[in-house]
């Protein structure tokens, strides 16, 4: 996955012959596990995400930074995300900014919104990676996100438990706060913390269809929320 260089790659998707006004940002997952080995960052271009966007005439223009895990490693994420992308953006004009995060790109979603809420205006996760197997078996064994107690940890040092520490206290009181929506497929390889994450949401901003923790499925998902919820973004 090398290093996070700076600035990032990034894939631009521009309408012509003007920008429109909102923009969405893609975050890419990791690589073959999601289906797209290859280049992913290219992957929402090839596997149809922009052309949906285009095809029902939303009024957004659409950017993939190349955030590979890299950019995880060396904790250098949101630096480069809001340098490289965010700030330019609104630099530019663009009035409202989406995340679009699939796989680990939809921890990346979360991981920026901590910590930079001024900058966006929505979330939409897909198959998100939200950590190991024993913090989800804790936070169940616990009775759900709400009745867990994180207890105490060491701020970024153990980032999976002050990832659902933030996780909880947003399923608390989601109103008044960016909306994020969550799409998982029922066969997902991480659908146990996707359920344990969607039922702390509010249920009209869950969509959980058949499917495995692959691009076609997150496609799937990508159309009814665009269908749903797309001229009201």
């Known amino acids: 996955m090398g290093i996070g260089h700076k600035p990032l790659e990034t894939l631009t998707y521009t309408a012509e012959p003007s920008r429109n006004k909102h923009l969405i940002v893609f975050l890419r997952g990791l690589g073959g596990a999601w289906g797209c080995l290859w280049e992913p960052y290219k992957c929402f271009e090839t596997e149809g995400f922009v052309e949906a966007v285009r095809k029902r005439r939303l009024a957004f223009d659409m ?76 936070i169940s064994k616990a009775g759900g996100v709400r009745e867990w107690d994180p207890g ?60 495995k923790h692959r691009l076609s499925t997150f496609k799937r998902i990508w159309d009814i929320f665009l269908d749903k919820y797309g001229m009201s973004l």
Do not use: C
């Open 63 to 138: 950017v993939a930074p190349n955030i590979h895990f890299g950019y995880y490693k060396d904790r250098t994420l949101e630096e480069r995300l809001t340098e490289d992308v965010i700030k330019p953006a609104k630099a530019i004009g663009y009035e409202k900014i989406w995340l679009v995060g699939a796989s680990m790109g939809g921890l990346g979603s979360i991981l920026y919104i901590r910590k930079h809420p001024e900058y966006i205006d929505g979330v939409l996760l897909l198959g998100p990676y939200l950590g190991g197997r024993s913090i989800v078996a804790e």
């Open 152 to 211: 105490f940890y060491e701020g970024e040092m153990d980032w999976q438990r002050l990832l659902w520490d933030w996780l909880k206290q947003y399923g608390a009181n989601p109103a008044g706060r960016i909306p994020i929506y969550l799409g998982i497929g029922a066969d997902d390889l991480y659908y146990d913390a996707q359920k344990v994450l969607a039922d702390s949401f509010p249920q009209d901003r869950v969509i959980i269809i058949a499917g």
